[in-house]
């Protein structure tokens, strides 16, 4: 079993900055992408950022060159900096992690954090 645990969400003035961190933990025999995404209020959960194990990244257009995920593969841990937040950037987000099984035969199984909330007021 995978457990992952975000912190660092909380309330922000527009403008200001937060970072997310997720850890991951359990008994894997690897993580190959981890990722954050996003649910706000009546809308559907969206992706926000990606990065594979070797450090490639992918993020929505309306993040670019605001936020920055990086890694840490030694910890298992994935964050977020999320700077210059907009009222827009408010949802609970959560935390993704693909992870390949210690089981044979290894498969690739999907991990989610319960969430942690991100408020940015105006």
């Known amino acids: 079993q995978v457990q992952l645990v975000e912190s660092g969400g909380g309330l922000v003035q527009t403008g200001g900055s937060l970072r997310l961190s997720c850890a991951a933990s359990g008994s894997f025999f690897s993580i190959n992408t981890m990722g954050w995404y996003r649910q706000a209020p009546g809308k559907q959960r969206e992706l926000v950022a990606t990065?594979?194990?070797?450090?490639?990244?992918n993020y929505v257009d309306s993040v670019k060159g605001r936020f920055t995920i990086s890694r840490d593969n030694a910890k298992n841990t994935v964050y977020l900096q999320m700077n210059t937040l907009k009222p827009e950037d408010t949802a609970i987000y959560y935390c993704?992690?693909?992870?390949?099984?210690?089981?044979?035969?290894?498969?690739?199984?999907?991990?989610w954090g319960p969430g942690t909330q991100v408020t940015v007021s105006s």
């Open positions: 990065i594979t194990s070797g450090g490639s990244t």
């Open positions: 993704n992690a693909q992870v390949v099984t210690i089981v044979s035969p290894r498969r690739l199984r999907d991990y």
